[in-house]
C-alpha cells in the first residue's frame, strides 16, 4: 500500500425521507407473539434503523452496475475486486477482497436512526402489510404473508464520511452523490419492485474538515448551506467551495 497521509475529511449528513414504505428485514428472535413473519430491523434498544451497511452497499450496487463493474457469479453478481487504483468504486468502497487494497478505503457509512417527531414511540411509525400470491385459476389468495413496514413520511438522519488523502478524491465524492441519485430512481431495502423503500435524500450539508482542524485549528473547518436536495445543481457548488478549506501542498 502507498504511503498516502490523510489531508482531511469530508462529511456529508441529512435527512433520509420515505416516500413509501420500507422493509430493511431483521431477525425473528426479536419478534413478540402476535408480530409479523417479517419484521423489521432494530437495535437492541428497539430503534429503527437502516444500518449504514444496507446504504452503502445499495449504492455501491447501482454504481456497480451503472459502470460494469462488478463480477458474474453464479448466484448473481460479487461486488468490483479490481482493487485498482485508477477504480472509482475500489477506492471508494475498498475491493471486495481485502488482499487486494492498494489504497485506504475511503468512506464511512453511519447506520441511519429514524427521527422520533411530537413525543411518537417507535411502533407509531409502523405499519403491517399483508402480502399474498392469487391463484391464477381459482382467484383465491394464497400463502398470506405480514409484513412489518417504516410508514412513508418517516425521517431517518444519515452520515457520511469521506476520509480525503488526494486531490483528485474530491471525484470520488461527486460519484457517491452520483449513486444516492441512482438511489432515488431505485429502491432501499426489499420488495422494491412492488413498490415499497422509495427514498428522498433533502436538507443536506457538507462539513469540511482539513488535517490542522484536527490538530487543534478549529477555525479551518468549513461549511456549506443547507442543500435542499440532489436535484439542486447546488450540491456540487457547495462541495467544491467547501473543499478549498483543504491544503495539498504540504
Ligand atoms: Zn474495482
Known amino acids: ?39 423489521v430491523i432494530r437495535d437492541a434498544f428497539g430503534n429503527i434503523l437502516i444500518p449504514g451497511s444496507s446504504l452503502k452497499g445499495k449504492i455501491r450496487a447501482l454504481l456497480e452496475k451503472k459502470d460494469g463493474k462488478y463480477v458474474k457469479d453464479k448466484g448473481g453478481y460479487l461486488p468490483c475486486n479490481c482493487g485498482n487504483i485508477d477504480c472509482e468504486i475500489c477506492l471508494l468502497f475498498g475491493p471486495h477482497d481485502s488482499q487486494n487494497i492498494k489504497e485506504p478505503v475511503r468512506i464511512m457509512v453511519r447506520d441511519a ?9 417507535p411502533h407509531d411509525y409502523l405499519e403491517i402489510k399483508p402480502e399474498n400470491i392469487i391463484d391464477r385459476i381459482k ?12 410508514v412513508a413520511g418517516s425521517e431517518f438522519k ?35 419492485s412492488r413498490g415499497y423503500g422509495k427514498i428522498k435524500f433533502k436538507n443536506l450539508k457538507l462539513i469540511c474538515k482539513p488535517k490542522e482542524y484536527y490538530e487543534g485549528n478549529a477555525e479551518k473547518k468549513k461549511e456549506s448551506n443547507i442543500i435542499d436536495g440532489l436535484d439542486d445543481s447546488k450540491i456540487i457548488s457547495e462541495l467544491e467551495n467547501v473543499w478549498k478549506a483543504i491544503n495539498f501542498n504540504q
Do not use: C, W
Not at 382467484?139 to 417504516?150: C, D, K, L, W
Open 113 to 121: 436512526y429514524l427521527q422520533l417527531k411530537d413525543e411518537k414511540k
Open 158 to 192: 444519515f452520515e457520511v464520511v469521506f476520509n480525503i488523502y488526494k486531490e483528485s478524491d474530491i471525484n470520488l465524492i461527486k460519484k457517491f452523490i452520483e449513486g444516492m441519485k441512482l438511489l432515488e430512481d431505485d429502491y432501499l431495502g426489499g420488495s422494491g
Open 139 to 150: 382467484g383465491t389468495a394464497q400463502h398470506p404473508r405480514f409484513i412489518e413496514r417504516v
Open 1 to 39: 500500500m502507498e504511503n498516502l497521509t490523510l489531508k482531511g475529511k469530508v462529511i456529508l449528513e441529512g435527512v433520509i425521507e420515505l416516500k413509501t414504505g420500507m422493509h430493511i428485514g431483521g431477525t425473528k428472535e426479536t419478534l413478540k407473539i402476535g408480530g409479523t413473519d417479517n419484521p
